[in-house]
T-cell receptor, first 115, second 116 residues
Framework: EPEVTQTPSHQVTQMGQEVILRCVPI?????FYWYRQILGQKVEFLVS????????KSEIFDDQFSVERPDGSNFTLKIRSTKLEDSAMYFC?????????????FGPGTRLTVL | AQSVTQLGSHVSVSEGALVLLRCNYS??????LFWYVQYPNQGLQLLLK??????LVKGINGFEAEFKKSETSFHLTKPSAHMSDAAEYFC??????????????FGKGTKLSVKP
């Protein structure tokens, strides 16, 4: 069964450093998402991406964040200058059609630790 | 604005007992509702979803949920708990008609423990 994959599984970085989290969505999916889950808190929507552009973003997704689909398979989340409060589990998701009615499939997550 | 409330951050049941995980939502338009399960060190897996068809939705692993508009609820149940059901369960809502691209709004999650 096709699945969403994410690398790395755990990333440790120093405050102020740039990090790139990578995701490979399911191959025939068109909609891509990033969510994050701070330890002990709820899963929060960050951004959705369709047709090579951001279609929606939350207030969390400020200028420090960016997303890109550099080729036909990868979907990346970049944090330019990490802060301590960026420490969280980051989940990538994808769906074939417009989600809501269509299922979003989630990857296993990348645990980001900012020191 | 959409929101989801899950009552009880931690539920403990005995093996073979009924599982009931509560979820209430608020939405300005007819919602799509979801239950996801997260096993330790794994991603979120869809258990079931409500998309305005039948109000009683059956999912994987023997779980089901009933959409009750009058109560704005979407509680998850399973008649008989199994040890392998121990995990964290998330209820989520999505509003495609509201102009959103269908991003999911999650509840805080309920951790289910199953005692032998």
């Amino acid at each position: 069964e096709p699945e969403v994959t994410q690398t790395p599984s755990h990333q440790v970085t120093q405050m102020g450093q740039e990090v790139i989290l990578r995701c490979v969505p399911i191959s025939n999916h068109l909609y891509f998402y990033w969510y994050r889950q701070i330890l002990g808190q709820k899963v929060e929507f960050l951004v959705s991406f369709y047709n090579n552009e951001i279609s929606e973003k939350s207030e969390i997704f400020d200028d420090q964040f960016s997303v890109e689909r550099p080729d036909g398979s990868n979907f990346t989340l970049k944090i330019r200058s990490t802060k301590l409060e960026d420490s969280a589990m980051y989940f990538c998701a994808s769906s074939r059609g417009l989600a809501g009615a269509d299922t979003q499939y989630f990857g296993p997550g990348t645990r980001l630790t900012v020191l | 604005a959409q929101s989801v409330t899950q009552l009880g951050s931690h539920v403990s049941v005995s093996e073979g007992a009924l599982v009931l995980l509560r979820c209430n939502y608020s939405s300005s338009v007819p919602p799509y509702l979801f239950w996801y399960v997260q096993y330790p060190n794994q991603g979120l897996q869809l258990l079931l979803k409500y998309t305005s068809a039948a109000t009683l939705v059956k999912g994987i692993n023997g779980f089901e949920a009933e959409f009750k508009k009058s109560e704005t609820s979407f509680h998850l149940t399973k008649p008989s708990a199994h040890m392998s059901d121990a995990a964290e369960y998330f209820c989520a809502v999505s509003e495609v008609d509201g102009g959103s691209q269908g991003n999911l709004i999650f509840g805080k999650g309920t951790k289910l423990s199953v005692k032998p």
